[in-house]
């Protein structure tokens, strides 16, 4: 029997409650599928740094390299100053892991969800590729003469030949295996920040013409990236994009598959230890009450299946999500599914 190692990070607000029904459904479909997952639980987020100031312990970063693949809930609290916890829990375990991809993909699954008018499942099926370990998040920058009149803050984008090109390598071999247009548009600036994507433009064609001829080459600025997303949304197959634009487009994304409820990412080390999550927030106003969607946290459960190997069990997850979508779910949105967080746990891991 395989069996895996998995660390659960519940995290804030309605992160262990989302959680609990994706390790619901995961279990579900390791016994259907005769797998075996050993779940780790790791108590980190804003009420342990609020009980002993603690963040993300050295010692507990040690231990989660070990393991092959981290489910998280979310991150954030509202009592904790913004940026501290997210960047002190959820950066810094992108960073130091090096999950250097984060993979989002938009997939409609049904379309009532969808906010625009006309478009279908098959219009909305993209994945995008956003670099996750260099951009703006390095937190490379500083002031000058903070807090005076003539202060200065600079906040410098970080792009280097390394981390493009292996983001760039991800992004083809990804719309390789995907192989459904093989198609893939680079998303940047061009016209603007002349140097940081001239060195994405030129690795990506490079790159392309070199080891990828197989895969068609496209490019977007991001400023038309968001109107072909509303407006043409089905000319996409794979995106790739830097650490802003990707966090940006993917939030986009995320409502025209229907909202935060049912949006996943997975933040990928191809040769370490991967954390996939839910993408939208900790949602604190929801927090105890039953009513969150937990099908963002199965679909992040799925993804790690697919990503520890097990694609056929993520692709029955996958199937399930689709039909109890399709056929139970009112609305994605929280409080207004028609079920409470742990009945959509139920329905799907009853399904599977
Ligand atoms: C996301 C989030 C994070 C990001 C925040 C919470 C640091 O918005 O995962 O997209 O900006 O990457
Ligand atoms: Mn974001």
């Known amino acids: 029997m395989k069996s895996y190692d998995i660390a659960v990070i519940g995290g804030d607000g309605t992160g262990p409650e989302v959680v609990h029904e994706a390790v619901k459904v995961l279990d579900a479909a390791a016994n259907k599928f005769g797998l075996k997952l050993n779940y780790t639980k790791y108590d980190l987020g804003g009420e342990r740094y609020l009980r002993t100031g603690e963040i993300l312990p050295d010692s507990v970063l040690e231990e989660l390299r070990k393991f092959p693949a981290i489910l998280l809930g979310a991150i954030g609290h509202p ?24 993979l989002r ?17 098959q219009d909305i099926d993209f994945v995008v590729v956003r670099e996750n370990n260099e951009g703006l998040y390095t937190g490379a920058g500083g002031f000058v003469f903070k807090g005076t009149a003539n202060e200065v803050a600079l906040q410098e984008s970080v792009n280097t030949r390394r981390g493009v090109e292996r983001c760039l390598r991800f992004a083809f071999e990804f719309a390789r295996k995907r192989n459904k247009e093989k198609k893939l548009t680079l998303c940047g600036k061009t016209n603007v920040l002349t140097f940081a994507f001239d060195l994405w433009e030129r ?24 109107m072909w997303f509303v407006k043409n949304p089905e000319w996409f197959d794979v995106i790739v994009t830097d650490n802003m634009f990707g966090d940006i487009i993917t939030d986009l994304g995320a409502m025209l598959q229907g909202g935060m409820g049912i949006a996943a990412g997975g933040n990928v080390n191809p040769q370490g230890t991967s954390m996939f999550e839910p993408i939208g927030g900790s949602a604190p106003k929801y927090t105890g009450q039953g009513v969150i969607n937990p099908l963002a946290a199965i679909c992040a459960g799925q993804m790690m299946l697919d990503f520890l190997g097990e694609t056929e069990a993520a692709r029955t997850i996958e199937t399930t999500v689709i039909k109890i979508v399709r056929e139970k779910i009112k609305s994605l949105a929280a409080g207004k599914m028609g079920y409470t967080t742990s009945q959509v746990g139920d329905l799907v891991a009853e399904a599977l």
């Open 79 to 102: 009592s904790v100053k913004p940026g501290i916890l997210e960047k002190g829990i959820l950066l810094r375990a992108r960073f130091e892991l090096e999950q250097y991809i984060n």
């Open 203 to 226: 690795a990506f064609n490079e790159v392309g013409e070199k080891d990828f001829k197989d895969i068609k080459r496209d490019y977007a600025h991001v400023d038309a990236t968001t």
């Open 105 to 121: 993909p938009v997939k409609l699954y049904d379309e009532r969800f969808c906010p625009l008018k006309d478009k279908k499942p």
